[in-house]
C-alpha cells in the first residue's frame, strides 16, 4: 500500500534548537519527494523537493532534507530554528512512473517558543 | 502573479444547500487537483484532471463533481452540502503526471 508516516506529531523546542522531523514512506517503484509547510492559517508552500541526484537537497529557509532509498526515509532537518518557523510540516511523495497523485504524510506540528 | 488562485477564500453556508469552488492556474501546467483538509489537518486527494479528462477519482461521494471548461480551470461543485464537507479544500497543479505539485490558498468551508 502506498503511504506515508511522520513519526511526529507535535514538535516543541525552543529557538536555536536543532530540527529533525522523521518520514518515512511505502511505494513499490521510484518516487519523487516532498516537503511542504503550513504556516498558521495559510497554504501549503513547498520547502524543498528531490526528483533524483545529490540525496542531500536543500530548501529555503535553511531546511534540508536527506533521502535514504535503503530506509525509505527522507527527514527534515534544520540546524537551528526560529519562532517564524511555527507550522505544520507535510511530507509526501508521487510515483514516477505515470503518477497521478501526491500522497501526504499526516503532517507535523512544530512550535518554536521564543 | 498568483499561480494558483481559488475562490472564495471563506464559504459558509447551511445544509442542503449547492456551492461551487472555482480554480485557476497560470503556469500553463496540464494536471490539476482538488485535496481536502481535514479538521485533522491530513490532506486527501479527491480528483485529478490532466488535459480536462478525469483521471483519478478517490472514494468521494457522487454529490462532489469537478468541472474542467478548459486546462486552465479546474472548478468543484458540490451538491446537498452535509455538516461534514467542512473543510478546507485545495486546489493544486503540476506540469505533469507527479510532477511538481504547486497548491492555491485554499478555501474554507464550513457548512451549519
Known amino acids: 500500500a502506498q503511504s506515508v508516516s511522520q513519526h511526529n506529531h507535535h514538535v516543541i523546542l525552543s529557538e536555536a534548537a536543532s530540527l529533525e522531523l522523521g518520514c518515512n514512506y511505502s511505494?513499490?517503484?521510484?518516487?519523487?519527494l516532498f516537503w511542504y509547510v503550513q504556516y498558521p492559517g495559510q497554504h501549503l508552500q513547498l520547502l524543498l523537493k528531490y526528483f533524483s541526484g545529490d540525496p542531500l537537497v536543500k530548501g529555503i529557509k535553511g531546511f534540508e532534507a536527506e533521502f535514504i532509498k535503503s530506509k525509505f526515509s527522507f527527514n527534515l532537518r534544520k540546524p537551528s530554528v526560529q519562532w517564524s518557523d511555527t507550522a505544520e510540516y507535510f511530507c509526501?511523495?508521487?510515483?514516477?512512473?505515470?503518477?497521478?497523485?501526491?500522497?501526504f504524510g499526516t503532517g507535523t506540528r512544530l512550535t518554536v517558543i521564543p | 502573479d498568483t499561480a494558483v488562485s481559488q475562490t472564495p477564500k471563506y464559504l459558509v453556508t447551511q445544509m442542503g444547500n449547492d456551492k461551487s469552488i472555482k480554480c485557476e492556474q497560470n503556469?500553463?501546467?496540464?494536471?490539476m487537483y482538488w485535496y481536502k483538509q481535514d479538521s485533522k489537518k491530513f490532506l486527501k486527494i479527491m480528483f485529478s484532471?490532466?488535459?480536462?479528462?478525469?483521471?483519478i477519482n478517490e472514494t468521494v461521494p457522487n454529490r462532489f463533481s469537478p468541472k474542467s471548461p478548459d486546462k486552465a480551470h479546474l472548478n468543484l461543485h458540490i451538491n446537498s452540502l452535509e455538516l461534514g464537507d467542512s473543510a478546507v479544500y485545495f486546489c493544486?497543479?503540476?506540469?505533469?503526471?507527479?510532477?511538481?505539485?504547486?497548491f492555491g490558498p485554499g478555501t474554507r468551508l464550513t457548512v451549519t
Open positions: 509526501a511523495f508521487s510515483g514516477t512512473a505515470g503518477a497521478n497523485n501526491l500522497f
Open positions: 503556469l500553463g501546467h496540464d494536471t
Open positions: 511505494y513499490g517503484g521510484t518516487v519523487n
Open positions: 484532471y490532466n488535459n480536462k479528462e478525469l483521471i
Open positions: 493544486a497543479s503540476s506540469p505533469r503526471l507527479g510532477g511538481l505539485f504547486l
